[in-house]
């Protein structure tokens, strides 16, 4: 489908004080995400709430687009869906004119629902079921190829559909300069490289060679690109840079032993941002001094062009997926105040949790938190901002707050990405609403669940019921 339309200019409030170019400190001192008032929000729709800038959202992705064409001819931005798959998102990216990165039949499905040009779409997965590369051939997406097995389960389908597959293949790449760079433990211990290679993902040079010799010599079979994903490892865009130029050197190899070029090669995501009060990983990578997509793109682009020339071969087409970069800095969470408790810490209740800030638990993620109300306080006590679950539930340990009491709102900045998409029902807890905010305007965009959406799933079968609903024969 082709989009026809222009997308808005962009003009960020003016705040006091900025936590984005769309979330700030508004005129009455309260936070605000465009121009309107978090705390009117909640209000409205409830919490705990997600509320999403849709014009920071755009302001992200320009900021990608524009570095990397300022810096190489032929650039594509696929949005990593799976960083926030809300059906109004999608639209926001198909209007700027984004392709997209699924994972499995949900993702794909709900990116061509909204209108996605299938040829924008690639098709990523480690073990796809026959079900999702059916949806993905019918539909002209790109698959990468994971696995051995996938091409022959690919032409067997595009030949009973009598449709022509396009392919690229991830690749399990050398990354030899990274043996010794540490980072993040997004993929358990170890350097950067040691990381790379214990996960599932990608196929070796060998197997790499194989997969494309084969597919040429299929009627059904046209190779597009060739893929790989470095991750949120690191944020130093040198170590991106000796990814994008690797990448180049297995295009001379696949040139060399299996007689095709590729013309598109994808460098994946793991683009991070920074903010003034720090985010991430505990805090203390991603603050004023994390590389911007200005940084990613001009190391990157310089090491494919160097690549490139050195072997010989003509500049590909360039495509990357960013998610949380462009996501993450476009959302906040908000939670109200419960109970707050003193003993040996002081604790701070909230009715949003782990749940729905999964990062905070599982990978020690930092969201910087203020209060939604008079946010620029003065923060003169020390916190644990927990939530309501059975375990720790820690959103926001030792952190520095104005005094807070029941009632009261926090909000979690920074929290558009991997949040909504990921979020459990521990404890049976209900899913949170999103809200789009649009400038003054806001809207509704993913309903609050409910408990019939938690309890209708369940099913008891009739020998329990009849166990526990038996009448005494002898009464």
Same mark, same amino acid.
């Given at each position: 489908m082709t989009n026809h339309t222009t997308a808005p200019t962009l003009t960020p409030p003016e705040y006091s004080t900025s936590f984005g170019e769309y979330v700030g400190i508004g005129p009455n001192g309260n936070l605000w !995400?465009?121009?309107? #008032?978090? &705390?009117?929000?909640?209000?409205?729709?409830?919490?705990?709430?997600?509320?999403?800038?849709?014009?920071?959202?755009?302001?992200?992705?320009?900021?990608?687009? #524009? &570095?990397?064409?300022?810096?190489?001819?032929? !650039?594509?931005?696929?949005?990593a869906n799976k960083s926030n798959n809300g059906l109004a998102i999608r639209h926001i990216f198909?209007?700027?004119?984004?392709?997209?990165?699924?994972?499995?039949?949900?993702?794909?499905?709900? &990116?061509?629902?909204?209108?996605?040009?299938?040829?924008?779409?690639?098709?990523?997965?480690?073990?796809?079921?026959?079900?999702?590369?059916?949806?993905?051939?019918?539909?002209?997406?790109?698959?990468?190829?994971?696995?051995?097995?996938?091409? #022959?389960?690919i032409d067997a389908i595009a030949t009973r559909l009598g449709r022509t597959a396009n392919l690229g293949i991830r690749l399990k790449l050398d990354l030899d300069p990274l043996h010794d760079r540490h980072g993040v433990a997004m993929h358990g211990p170890g350097t950067l490289k040691q990381q790379s290679d214990s996960t599932k993902w990608g196929m070796t040079r060998e197997?790499?060679?194989?997969?494309? /010799?084969?597919?040429?010599?299929?009627?059904?079979?046209?190779? /597009?690109? *060739?893929?790989?994903?470095?991750?949120?490892? %690191?944020?130093?865009?040198?170590?991106?840079?000796?990814?994008?130029?690797?990448?180049?050197?297995w295009s001379g190899h696949l040139r060399d032993h299996a007689g095709w070029t590729p013309p598109t090669i994808d460098i994946g995501g793991g683009w *991070?941002?920074?903010?003034?009060?720090? *985010?991430?990983p505990?805090?203390?990578?991603?603050?004023?001094?994390?590389?911007?997509?200005?940084d990613y793109a001009r190391l990157c682009c310089t090491a494919i062009k160097e690549e490139a020339e050195r072997?010989?071969?003509?500049?590909? /087409?360039?495509?990357?997926?960013?998610?949380?970069?462009?996501?993450?800095?476009?959302?906040?969470?908000?939670?109200?105040?419960?109970?707050?408790?003193?003993?040996? /810490?002081?604790?701070?209740?909230?009715?949003?949790?782990?749940?729905?800030?999964?990062?905070?638990?599982?990978l020690d993620w930092y969201y910087h938190a203020v209060p939604v109300r008079d946010a620029g306080a003065e923060a003169t006590e020390t916190v644990d901002l927990v939530g309501p679950l059975c375990n720790s539930d820690e959103l926001g340990p030792h952190r520095k707050m104005p005094p807070?009491?029941?009632?009261?709102? !926090?909000?979690?900045?920074?929290?558009?990405?991997?949040?909504?998409?990921?979020?459990?029902?521990?404890?049976?807890?209900?899913?949170?609403?999103?809200?789009?905010?649009?400038? %003054?305007?806001?809207?509704?965009?993913?309903?609050r669940e409910q408990l019939k959406d938690v309890a209708g799933r369940f099913r008891v079968p009739p020998h329990l019921l009849a166990a526990s609903f038996a009448r005494d024969e002898a009464a």
């Open positions: !995400v465009d121009g309107c #008032d978090v &705390a009117e929000l909640a209000d409205r729709y409830g919490t705990p709430l997600y509320v999403i800038s849709e014009n920071q959202l755009r302001h992200g992705y320009r900021a990608f687009r #524009d &570095a990397f064409r300022r810096h190489y001819p032929d !650039v594509e931005i696929l949005f198909n209007q700027e004119g984004a392709g997209g990165d699924c994972f499995g039949a949900q993702e794909m499905y709900m &990116a061509l629902l909204a209108g996605t040009d299938p040829s924008t779409l690639v098709l990523n997965g480690s073990n796809k079921q026959d079900d999702e590369l059916e949806l993905a051939i019918a539909n002209g997406l790109c698959i990468n190829i994971d696995a051995m097995d996938e091409l #022959d389960r197997q790499t060679v194989e997969i494309v /010799k084969r597919a040429l010599a299929m009627p059904n079979m046209r190779l /597009k690109e *060739t893929h790989f994903h470095l991750s949120r490892m %690191s944020n130093d865009p040198a170590d991106f840079a000796v990814m994008a130029r690797e990448m180049i050197t *991070t941002f920074g903010k003034w009060y720090g *985010t991430g505990n805090g203390q990578l991603d603050d004023a001094n994390a590389p911007t997509p200005e072997l010989g071969l003509p500049l590909p /087409k360039l495509r990357l997926e960013p998610g949380r970069s462009l996501s993450g800095p476009a959302g906040i969470a908000v939670g109200r105040v419960g109970a707050v408790k003193d003993g040996a /810490k002081k604790w701070v209740n909230l009715d949003l949790s782990t749940n729905h800030l999964s990062w905070a638990a599982v807070l009491e029941r009632g009261d709102l !926090v909000a979690f900045l920074d929290a558009g990405g991997y949040t909504e998409s990921s979020a459990a029902r521990y404890n049976a807890q209900l899913l949170p609403a999103t809200v789009l905010v649009t400038g %003054s305007a806001h809207a509704l965009i993913t309903e």
